[in-house]
């Protein structure tokens, strides 16, 4: 029977391996933490389907042994959209599944289920109202079980929280939730070789030249067709292979169908207040060539796609939402991989670790863990670029070269932080412009106060919270409610140390930056003398939401991680390690991750990624067929094909013989301005913890008057990157960021058990 891989045993595996400095797992920690495990495995084998298996880790109350059961195969019972659901009805031993009667808000649907096996029928139950919905299973003697399901409306939200407004739906949309009916298009693979692209088909008057495939034994038609439709306000869009003159549902998928898919996403990182188009899932590049030839689904949302929508939330809830119409329209899924480079790279982590089973395997190229972790390095890097182009704010006789600035940054040059201030702090500020907005409704400190904002950190409000009042600024006493609090915090950064103590730079140069770099405002403005303190519930919620990965729960999937050097493009390859840091501090192992390293520009090599989805795809059918009664990360491990391991391509795009030879020759590992301050490849610490400032803890000897300097820069003290940060704690998965009526829960609560069936006499 297809089922999910993710929904049979989760847990967090714990092994011997050397840890990083920064360590978080003192032994009674990793106690509490493995019994968690423990019981979060409990909830998961009572699921079904992956978008159900990683909540809160409480139990679910298991069903009376041998009684009649109601399970949802496409969702959790109380997060169901679009009026359907696809359910399993198992019977006890003896009985009959096709004697069963089905009830979906007290109308017979029997007829929509066909029975599976010798214990169960499966159907597709449609026409749920908004709301609860009771489904009853009966058998000839009176007995069954009953099971409410809530359904949610197909523009959401599910658990995301209210929606920002205001937002522009396209043109057809019958409503203010961009509801529109899905439209349907085909593309055939000729058998003419002049044709070398994907072609147009009508149904209506079929082409004469189509090729065939063969997939699972059987030989079909190559003709693709692309669904495309809205949920959650914005675009969704499924591609599969697809016999037009032949009957599809999700009880009695076509013969090509291979339960799995591959999730494409987009880039960058933006916000958006209006609805924008899918990321393609019919590229006819080889990833989705190789998808698609082997009968699998390839799905992509436009929330997915990080340029437009750069919160963990919104993101999950709409891949969620997507992966609800995939098993209820083509059938249940053995695992889905994902699949992405940059701000994709960015989706696949950061929704796996706050989100878990939404994904099994990750497929991430020019890698990025999470959105605000690398945002201390991005407005580090403003906050510098900004010290260093005005010189006028230098002290007396401080002259900086390029080179010393560089050895601040913690790159070779200064290329990758004056990219990165061009392509990525514009996100943070409020007033710039972002699709959907205009320059009369967006906001403006001066002339605009109550205009849309466009920065990510109130895109994600619901996350963040507003500031309170005692921390509002002139616009925010004046509209009398407080912006989103930001994350961010520089207190007791010693930019520039490992320079100093490398002699890069001089004593006077080091205390001039630390005196003069400030900090940033609610309105991403450098601000000169004062260090940036941040919002402690930002500060926590950015944490426990997810927003920084933790990688606490990503041990639950397969990760391969292609990996070139960074040309100065802001994507620094020290991003795939430090995941990897992550996951040995988190979960004693970074063995699901593997990394693929080669000379070719962000991406590794042209084989890399083509490469990689085999390679996945084998290694995730070996842990979908392992029923050994263990847990989902040791599974992962355990069920690592023995030929899988780091690699390194070479120029030519072969595999060398011993992953040692890429080094840091092929691809260097440059820091960050933190790194550069004492922190760890982690770089997880938003903020530090502090301890005395010492004059005996430098190298070199500084003035009197310079040593003075520094006490009055750093009055609480400087960061000690020895401990965990303030606030950083693991991320707590699956928090819903709404009331069962809608109303905000600021900072998210974790989700209630799951409801089960209950069994009637």
């Avoid at 003896?94 to 109308?107: F, K, M, N, R, S």
């Avoid at 001039?512 to 402690?536: L, Q, W």
């Avoid at 030879?661 to 490849?681: D, K, N, Q």
């Amino acid at each position: 029977m297809p089922r999910d891989v993710a929904s049979t045993h989760p847990g967090c595996p714990r092994t011997g391996l050397p840890r990083v400095t920064n360590t978080r797992n003192k032994p009674v920690q990793r106690l509490l933490r493995a019994t968690a495990a423990a019981v979060l495995l409990l909830l998961l084998v009572a699921s079904a389907a992956t978008a159900r298996t990683a909540r809160a880790a409480r139990p679910n109350a298991e069903p009376a042994a041998n009684a009649t059961t109601i399970k949802v195969l496409s969702s959790r019972a109380d997060l169901v959209t679009d009026n359907e659901a696809l359910l399993e009805i198992t019977v006890p031993t003896g009985e009959d599944p096709h004697a069963v009667t089905v009830l979906v808000g007290g109308q017979d649907e029997s007829s929509a289920f066909a029975v599976q096996s010798e214990q169960s029928t499966r159907g597709l139950a449609t026409g749920l109202l908004e709301g609860p919905n009771t489904v009853e299973a009966k058998l000839p003697d009176g007995t069954g079980a009953k099971l409410t399901l809530t359904d949610h409306p197909q523009g959401g939200p599910l658990f995301a929280g209210p929606q920002v407004q205001p937002w522009t739906c396209p043109a057809g949309a019958l409503d203010s939730q961009c509801n529109r009916p899905a439209t349907y298009a085909y593309k055939y693979k000729s058998t003419n070789p002049e044709k070398t692209k994907l072609q147009p088909y009508n149904p209506e008057s079929p082409p004469e030249d189509v090729a065939t495939v063969t997939v699972n034994g059987h030989t079909v038609p190559y003709i693709i067709r692309t669904e495309t439709g809205y949920q959650d306000r914005d675009q969704y869009s499924i591609s599969t292979l697809y016999n037009p003159s032949e009957p599809w549902s999700a009880v009695n998928p076509q013969a090509q169908f291979g339960h799995k898919m591959l999730v494409t996403h987009g880039a960058s990182c933006n916000v958006a207040y209006e609805s924008a188009t899918a990321p393609s899932t019919n590229d006819e590049g080889a990833t989705t060539t190789y998808a698609l030839e082997h009968g699998w689904v390839v799905m992509s949302t436009a929330m997915d796609n990080n340029g437009h929508d750069c919160d963990v939330v919104t993101s999950a809830e709409s891949l969620y939402m997507a992966k609800q119409r995939v098993i209820d329209q083509y059938g249940t899924l053995r695992y889905t991989i994902a699949i992405g480079c940059s701000g994709g790279s960015l989706t696949q982590q950061w929704v796996a670790n706050a989100y878990p089973g939404i994904y099994q395997g990750l497929l991430p190229t020019c890698s990025f863990p999470d959105t605000w972790s690398s945002s201390n390095q991005v407005v580090d890097y403003h906050l510098l670029n900004s010290y260093f182009a005005h010189k006028e704010k230098w002290g007396a006789g401080i002259a900086w070269t390029t080179a010393q600035e560089a050895a601040v940054d913690g790159d070779p040059g200064t290329t990758n932080a004056l990219l990165s201030d061009a392509g990525f702090f514009s996100a943070a500020d409020p007033g710039h412009a972002c699709p959907g907005t205009t320059a009369e409704n967006r906001y403006n400190a001066t002339t605009n106060i109550g205009g849309i904002r466009c920065n990510t950190a109130d895109f994600s409000i619901n996350v963040f919270g507003p500031r309170p009042e005692s921390e509002w600024g002139p616009e925010e006493k004046e509209l009398g409610h407080g912006f989103a609090g930001l994350a961010y915090n520089n207190e007791g950064v010693q930019y520039g140390l490992s320079a100093l103590r490398e002699g890069k730079i001089t004593q006077a140069e080091f205390v001039d930056v630390n005196a003069k770099i400030g900090g940033v405002n609610s309105e991403s403005i450098a601000v000169e003398s004062a260090r940036d303190s941040g919002n402690p519930l930002a500060m926590k919620r950015v944490y426990r939401s997810g927003m920084i990965n933790e990688t606490n729960n990503l041990g639950q999937v397969a990760i391969i991680d292609c990996r070139g050097p960074n040309p100065e493009q802001a994507h620094d390859a020290y991003r795939a390690f430090a995941v990897r840091a992550r996951l040995e501090r988190e979960n004693g192992t970074a063995a699901n991750q593997l990394i693929w390293e080669g000379p070719v520009a962000l991406t590794a090599s042209a084989n890399c990624q083509p490469q990689a989805l085999p390679a996945m795809d084998n290694w995730l059918s070996a842990v979908y067929g392992d029923e050994r009664a263990l847990s989902l990360p040791t599974k992962v491990i355990a069920d690592k094909p023995s030929e899988l391991g780091d690699r390194c391509y070479n120029a030519a795009g072969e595999v060398t013989a011993a992953h040692s030879l890429c080094g840091t020759s092929v691809v260097p590992l440059p820091g960050t301005p933190r790194m550069v301050a004492g922190e760890s490849i982690t770089t997880d610490d938003s903020q530090c913890r502090l301890q005395a400032i010492k004059r005996s803890s430098y190298p070199a000897s500084f003035s009197d008057s310079e040593w003075e300097e520094l006490k009055s820069t750093f009055p609480k003290g400087v960061c000690n990157y020895k401990k965990l940060g303030v606030f950083q704690k693991p991320t707590i998965p699956w928090l819903t960021y709404q009331t069962a009526s809608g109303e905000v829960i600021y900072g998210g609560k974790p989700m209630k058990k799951e409801p089960v069936s209950k069994p009637f006499h």
